[in-house]
């Protein structure tokens, strides 16, 4: 008999599933567990990571990477062209997400999880060969557009978990996501130029030492090997049913018939006429924007000298300072989020979370005053702090988003979202980059001298978003009768 229990939110109705339909079958498995999905959880995570790391280990070796090219004729203007080998991935991955969601939608998350897990095997490892700043733009970019796995992956870990552990599995993502936007220049940092570092152990006419920047690449493409051929087992989500079988059922089912009509219109056209939707993914870019601004211009700033108003660190400092941050977002997100998400809401949290980052920001130029211990111990306090709220945000927009539309658009729907978001990630490099530059070479003035103006500027797009939270911006999708799966 033919199911459509995903397609009808009726909790009298008992579900009915496909034989051999993968989606039905995840849903059945959903149904009779009882405990914690530590295997699906470990399955979303190391996704996630392998996409997240490549993204942001170039951080702390890019300002070195760059100067290596010899194309900056000033010191202060590296962090400029810096900017635009960040944003590259993005315009990549901002003109094909929609597509990699449509094809989600039609095919499965399986084979898209798969091709965007192999895109970052190949194309990591050639930008860690690049020989000139061309051929850094172009790795970068093939990167981005070839691996559209994030839009599909929040669909997919919508399906995978059960309604209550729905906080969780999203939580999953952002975390993921943040500790690879952590760990991977962490990485970055304690790994490039070995030659340098470790010449007891790399001499400088080795594979590594004519390529400084290529053993971070290397070490994450083989993460990224690994997480390919594990992928192979996972199960798929999307529901496969046969159009006579549910017309069939749709005979049967008080309302089947109206839900078929709407899954037959899952053009983009319907998505963006999607306020509840188009709201949260506008918010959702707003603070992706920041934080990836965040990102791109911490690790300038912490190698920047003193005398510019920087920290002076090496890439190894920066590393050090990013995996504490890490290990303090993993423990928050993992214990206190879903507690916070099931008593406040998603979005409640993400605006108490965004207040709460502007007067941190704020502190971080006086932060470079300090010195010796206090230095170490209020930067690694604040770059903790400044991650957890800036995931806790990200995660709320992810429950939004995919509480907003139905199955069989939420790959498009993801797909729209990264699109939006990664044009605002491509401009967020390349202006924070800038924008630092700028900031460096007015040390002098009255008005938010040196790096006070970056993170004022860094503030203002913060309040923006805390601000886009309220109505009548953002709105959330009505309640359906008999369901508490937009319950926020």
């Known amino acids: 008999m033919a199911s459509i229990n995903d397609e009808v939110d009726d909790p009298l109705l008992e579900p009915v599933y496909h034989e051999n339909c993968p989606g039905c079958k995840v849903d059945r498995q959903k149904r009779i567990q009882t405990g914690l999905p530590i295997k699906e959880l470990v399955f979303i995570w190391i996704i996630v990571l392998c996409v997240a790391l490549p993204i942001s280990s170039l951080f702390p070796f890019l300002y070195f990477m760059v100067r290596d090219f010899n194309i900056a004729e000033k010191e202060e203007d590296i962090s400029y062209y810096a900017g635009f080998v960040g944003s590259s991935y993005m315009i990549g991955r901002a003109l094909t997400s929609v597509f990699w969601g449509v094809v989600a939608d039609r095919y499965g998350r399986k084979p898209v999880i798969l091709l965007g897990?192999?895109?970052?095997?190949?194309?990591?490892?050639?930008?860690?060969?690049?020989?000139?700043?061309?051929?850094?733009?172009?790795?970068?970019?093939?990167?981005?557009?070839l691996n559209g796995l994030l839009g599909p992956i929040k669909a997919y870990a919508s399906e995978l978990f059960p309604e209550r552990h729905q906080a969780l599995g999203l939580s999953s993502i952002s975390t993921s996501w943040g500790i690879g936007l952590i760990f991977g220049p962490a990485l970055g940092g304690f790994l490039a130029q070995p030659a340098e570092k470790f010449p007891s152990l790399v001499s400088s006419d080795s594979l590594f030492g004519r390529f400084p920047y290529l053993l971070p690449c290397l070490c994450i493409s083989i993460f990224a090997f690994v997480v390919t051929i594990a992928a192979f087992w996972l199960p798929e989500t999307l529901h496969f049913h046969k159009t006579d079988e549910l017309e069939s059922a749709s005979d049967h089912i008080p309302g089947a018939e109206k839900k078929l009509d709407e899954k037959k219109d899952s053009t983009l056209i319907s998505l963006l006429k999607n306020w509840p939707l188009m709201s949260s993914i506008i918010v959702y870019c707003v603070f992706s924007l920041h934080n990836m601004a965040y990102s791109e211009i911490f690790s300038l700033w912490a190698e920047?000298?003193?005398?510019?108003?920087?920290?002076?660190?090496?890439?190894?400092?920066?590393?050090?300072?990013?995996?504490?941050?890490?290990?303090?977002?993993?423990?928050?997100?993992?214990?206190?989020?879903?507690?916070?998400?099931?008593?406040?809401?998603?979005?409640?949290?993400?605006r108490i979370s965004g207040v709460l980052t502007i007067p941190v920001l704020t502190a971080y130029p006086y932060i470079a005053l300090l010195s010796g211990f206090m230095l170490t111990f209020t930067?690694?306090?604040?770059?903790?702090?400044?991650?957890?709220?800036?995931?806790?945000?990200?995660?709320?927009?992810?429950?939004?988003?995919?509480?907003?539309?139905?199955?069989?658009?939420?790959?498009?729907?993801?797909?729209?979202?990264?699109?939006?978001?990664?044009?605002?990630?491509?401009?967020?490099?390349?202006?924070?980059?800038?924008?630092?530059?700028?900031?460096?070479?007015r040390k002098n003035t009255t008005f938010l001298p040196g790096v006070h103006m970056i993170f004022f500027i860094l503030n203002v797009i913060e309040g923006l978003g805390v601000l886009l939270t309220f109505k009548p911006f953002l709105s959330k999708r009505p309640l359906l009768v008999g369901s508490t799966r937009n319950r926020v």
């Open 379 to 441: 930067l690694n306090f604040a770059s903790i702090l400044k991650n957890v709220l800036s995931v806790s945000i990200i995660t709320g927009t992810f429950i939004l988003q995919n509480n907003a539309v139905e199955q069989h658009q939420r790959g498009a729907a993801n797909g729209i979202s990264m699109t939006l978001q990664s044009i605002c990630k491509a401009i967020a490099p390349a202006c924070g980059g800038t924008l630092l530059s700028w900031s460096l070479k």
């Open 304 to 350: 920047t000298p003193k005398s510019l108003g920087g920290l002076n660190f090496s890439t190894d400092d920066v590393g050090t300072v990013l995996s504490i941050t890490g290990v303090g977002l993993l423990l928050f997100q993992t214990s206190l989020y879903p507690f916070a998400e099931r008593m406040f809401g998603p979005v409640v949290v993400a």
């Open 117 to 145: 897990t192999s895109t970052v095997v190949i194309f990591n490892t050639l930008f860690g060969f690049s020989v000139n700043y061309r051929m850094a733009i172009i790795t970068r970019f093939l990167l981005g557009f």
